[in-house]
């Protein structure tokens, strides 16, 4: 029902920033709330940020807290992941997802994922 296809992932400085885009195809994606997962190397997949269906409230990971700001534009089916100051604990696949409900995605929960992009933060 709902395609997610993320870009804007790549190599960047300690410091630097970078923005991630997830375009969504499907009937009802202003209908979805969106979130952002990674997973580092070793790691298990963790909870990044996610943003209700109005885009009215927004939700963040504390690791990410004052750096990271997610958005929306449903006219664009489109969500986005700013981040600022990256850190080298930053790399990490990243992935975007749909869940009908927002609270479902701090758990790790998600009807939708797509495919990842690349994060890479050298020192």
């Known amino acids: 029902q709902v395609q997610l296809v993320e870009s804007g992932g790549g190599l960047v400085t300690a410091g630097g920033s970078l923005t991630l885009s997830c375009a969504a195809s499907g009937r009802t994606f202003s209908s979805y709330a969106m979130g952002w997962f990674r997973q580092a190397p070793g790691k298990e997949r963790e909870f990044v940020a996610s943003?209700?269906?109005?885009?009215?409230?927004?939700y963040y990971a504390d690791s990410v807290k004052g750096r990271f700001t997610i958005s929306r534009d449903n006219a664009k089916n489109t969500v986005f992941l700013k981040m600022n100051s990256l850190k080298p604990d930053d790399t990490a696949v990243y992935y975007c997802?749909?869940?009908?409900?927002?609270?479902?995605?701090?758990?790790?929960?998600?009807?939708?994922w797509g495919q990842g992009t690349q994060v890479t933060v050298s020192s």
């Open positions: 943003i209700r269906r109005t885009a009215s409230i927004t």
């Open positions: 997802a749909a869940d009908s409900v927002v609270s479902e995605l701090a758990t790790g929960r998600a009807d939708y």
